[in-house]
């Protein structure tokens, strides 16, 4: 899926050089019932590693689907394709990478031995360079029923390297767990507090890895080399419950910037700071959605004309998406009004 890359300034504005100004890229609030947005993840499939027992799944209600504005990620014991359990590992793996962001999700996690939820990250060039080449982001991973959290990059320094720190967390309950990465740092926050952090600035300790576009999967694992196998103890069915992902980045801006993509143009007007939007003659079978920073739907509108003009001045102040989908193509990025 293509992605449009626009940023719109409604006003013209110098903006002060301050702390990091993260503004809403992405993201999904899980508020569709049903299976996860095509758009948005895809499912990786089978076997994959680290000796676990798990199968992942595809399309199967009983291993991801959207109840009650949660994902839910179900891990269950069951014969299936010659496995003993079932589980499913969503990812955004061609669909959707960044190089630097505020990359978070409120999550409530399973507990027991042999059980392994993730909320992490690899560099989208993993199927050229191979892992550990890609870089590795976890911002969260728990193990077994102790009340811990683990957040840890790796990376490839002359051979393997890793870096990882812990923190108590009572993962039965929802937290938020995220990491701010820039060209600088990667920190680990749990509930907005830093527990760990990682120097790449200059590339230091050859983690040039972390200067290129990741992306992020969400997974239950069940067993494998670090949480062992489950036990008669273990319960099953057992579920990850995402109540939602974001992805901000820097949206410190200075001027105004039109942006063109596919014969598509989205820019402010000059005079009343509406949103101009401009679709190629061949193709007006578009849809424009703009969202505010929770996901809800703020505007929608189907574009019947090649130009068309929006007005979004009861819009407050701040970051929103704004989406033109003709149901095949979809593009998306964040635009700030002053």
């Known amino acids: 899926m293509r992605t449009l890359f ?12 301050k702390a990091q100004n993260w503004g809403l890229v992405w993201f999904d609030e899980f508020n569709v019932d049903g299976l996860p947005d095509p758009t948005k993840w895809g499912n990786e499939v089978g076997y994959l590693r680290n000796d676990e027992l798990q199968y992942y799944t595809k399309g199967r209600i009983e291993n991801s689907s959207i109840e009650n504005g949660n994902l839910l990620i179900i891990g269950k014991k069951e014969n299936y394709n010659g496995f003993k359990y079932t589980s499913a590992s969503l990812t955004t793996d061609g669909k959707h990478s960044w190089t630097y962001g505020k990359v978070e999700a409120r999550m409530k996690l399973p507990k027991g031995q ?20 890609s870089g590795e982001i976890d911002i969260m991973e728990h193990i077994n029923s102790e009340d811990k959290l683990y957040g840890t990059a790796h990376w490839d320094n002359k051979g393997y390297t890793m870096s990882g720190g812990s923190v108590p967390c009572t993962v039965a309950e929802f937290h938020v767990y995220s990491i701010e990465w820039t060209s600088k740092s990667i920190k680990w926050f749990l509930d907005s507090k830093k527990y760990w952090e990682v120097i790449i600035n200059n590339n230091f300790n050859s983690s040039e890895e972390f200067h290129k576009p990741f992306y992020i999967i969400l997974n239950l694992a069940i067993g494998g080399k670090w949480p062992g196998n489950p036990t008669s103890s273990t319960l ?6 995402v109540d939602y992902v974001r992805v901000y980045q820097d949206s410190t801006l200075t001027s105004i910037n039109s942006f063109q993509t596919n014969n598509i143009k989205l820019y402010p007007t000059t005079a009343n700071s509406d949103l101009i939007v401009e679709l190629p003659e061949e193709d007006i079978n578009f849809e424009l959605d703009i969202f505010d920073s929770k996901g809800q739907l703020l505007i929608h509108r189907k ?3 090649t130009k068309e003009t929006i007005a979004v001045n009861e819009l407050d102040r701040g970051s929103y998406i704004a989406r033109v989908s003709n149901g095949k193509t979809v593009y998306h990025q964040q635009f700030i009004k002053l």
């Open 6 to 17: 626009l940023c719109l300034l409604f006003v013209i504005a110098i903006l002060p050089v």
């Open 236 to 241: 099953f069915p057992d579920t990850v419950f």
């Open 114 to 133: 042999g059980m392994w939820p993730a909320f992490w990250m690899l560099g989208q060039n993993i199927h050229q360079v191979s892992w550990p080449k």
């Open 303 to 305: 574009l019947t004309e």
